[in-house]
């Protein structure tokens, strides 16, 4: 098993009978759905999903997973899910599959918010590695753009793979790829996003995680918020 596989492993464990589990999106949050089938199988366990993309229900699905429409649901027990980058607090930075409206709506529904990843996203700041993914309305990205400039950030709308167009992501909003300045903590950050007008969601999930799996060349290490939740 490879470290991406081990935390996966690891998180479905987690999983109890009569529970409604949500699926994350990406290579770690598939290997959750695998484990997480095989549980079904081999133990009989009584679950139900509900999955943050396409994509990942229709992995699900084909691995034997019920899979429900988030339409029908409240709130859900357990969300398992990866991320681009994790820092020491657990802000995460999400989004690079494009499905980050459904993730942050699915990790808020959560009684339990687990992260599963490799060491290789641990970062000491959000933004470090990645620009951060901010979903607008289509037809106020110029504004939104403009409200963050005031703000020191850098970046621009996101284009699709050709190049020829503008991305648009699974909820149907256009995408800025901004960079901020280092002196903007998360917490300050997230309060930005959180109150720009256009903004329909932003790939920083601040004070969410319960807790991060980090799997690190075959050991698991846990790592837990410093304040209630
Ligand atoms: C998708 C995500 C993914 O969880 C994140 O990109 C990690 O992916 P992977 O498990 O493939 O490394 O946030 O929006």
């Given at each position: 098993m490879n470290d991406k596989e081990l935390v996966a492993f690891e998180a479905a464990k987690l999983a109890l009978n009569g529970m409604v589990i949500g699926l994350g999106t990406g290579s770690t949050a598939n290997y959750f759905i695998e484990h997480l089938a095989k549980r079904q199988s081999d133990e009989g366990l009584t679950i139900s999903t509900v999955a943050s993309s396409t994509i990942s229900a229709i992995k699900a699905e084909s691995c034997g997973l019920t899979v429900r429409s988030?339409?029908?649901?409240?709130?859900?027990?357990l969300y398992v899910d990866g991320a681009d980058e994790i820092t020491p607090n657990l802000s995460l930075l999400k989004g690079r599959g494009q499905d980050l409206v459904m993730e942050k709506l699915l990790a808020k529904a959560a009684d339990q918010f687990i992260v599963v990843a490799d060491k290789?996203?641990?970062?000491?700041?959000?933004?470090e590695k990645f620009m951060i993914p901010i979903e607008v309305i289509p037809n106020a990205w110029q504004m939104v753009k403009h409200q963050l400039n005031q703000y020191g950030a850098e970046g621009d709308v996101r284009l699709n793979a050709s190049k020829d167009n503008v991305a648009i992501s699974a909820h149907g909003s256009y995408i800025l790829d901004m960079h901020f300045p280092e002196s903007i903590n998360d917490e300050a950050l997230n309060a930005i996003l959180n109150s720009t007008?256009?903004?329909?969601?932003?790939?920083l999930f601040y004070s969410i995680a319960s807790q991060v799996l980090i799997a690190d060349n075959g050991t698991i290490e846990v790592m837990r918020t410093q304040k209630p939740l």
């Open positions: 988030i339409a029908q649901l409240t709130h859900i027990d290789s996203k641990l970062v000491g700041r959000i933004g007008p256009g903004i329909v969601e932003h790939g």
